[in-house]
T-cell receptor, first 114, second 114 residues
């Protein structure tokens, strides 16, 4: 299994541009998440999904949109990029049941908005 | 409100010594806690987890202790090695909801001196 994969690894955007961060998992996890991590800080939840067709806002959803048309994919869309969105973005997935809430993380996308 | 924090932002230890990384949580409803390790430029990796019905759990060279009375969590790393240098995050499941959401602390940077 490749686990959780994210593309691109790096991206520089100009203010006002848009882009989609891709996330794919091959573990058949129902739950998927998007986080942002600012320098020296912890992870903040942007959006999450408990299954295909279902998404919900996390702690910091403003300026982002998501969709979940398949179990495997959970893209994150940035519309009208702003410097405040400069961050490292992590996608994660987890099982929906059981005794663990362990989330499996991708390698991250480093985004700079100038 | 819900929060997960850490007592120390940085920790420096000598190779071979034991490391103790602390974490405080505030949500009494949390019943699941997890530690992640994040190496520079990578996504967080699972280390160990513990449920609230336990006060101690051991893994390979790591032990997690949970004190529900004072809402405190710690990660002990035995015989710390240079490869243990990373940022360590604790996380809790907050309201114990079924969405699998985790609330992350800011992290502690562990540096291992040779």
């Amino acid at each position: 299994n490749a686990g959780v994969t994210q593309t691109p690894k790096f991206r520089i955007l100009k203010i006002g541009q848009s882009m989609t961060l891709q996330c794919t998992q091959d573990m058949n996890h129902n739950y998927m998440y998007w986080y942002r991590q600012d320098p020296g800080m912890g992870l903040k939840l942007i959006y999450y999904s408990v299954g295909a067709g279902i998404t919900d806002k996390g702690e910091v959803p403003n300026g982002y949109n998501v969709s979940r048309s398949t179990t495997e994919d959970f893209p994150l869309r940035l519309e009208l990029a702003a410097p405040s969105q400069t961050s490292v973005y992590f996608c994660a997935s987890s099982y929906s049941t059981g005794s663990t809430y362990e989330q499996y993380f991708g390698p991250g996308t480093r985004l700079t908005v100038t | 409100g819900e929060s997960v924090g850490l007592h120390l932002p940085t920790l420096s230890v000598q190779e071979g010594d034991n490391s103790i990384i602390n974490c405080a949580y505030s949500n009494s409803a949390s019943d699941y806690f997890i530690w992640y390790k994040q190496e520079s430029g990578k996504g967080p990796q699972f280390i160990i987890d513990i449920r609230s019905n336990m006060d101690k759990r051991q893994g390979q060279r790591v032990t997690v202790l949970l004190n529900k009375t004072v809402k405190h969590l710690s990660l002990q790393i035995a015989a710390t090695q240079p490869g243990d240098s990373a940022v360590y995050f604790c996380a809790e499941n907050g309201n114990g909801g079924s969405q699998g959401n985790l609330i992350f602390g800011k992290g502690t940077k562990l540096s291992v001196k040779p």
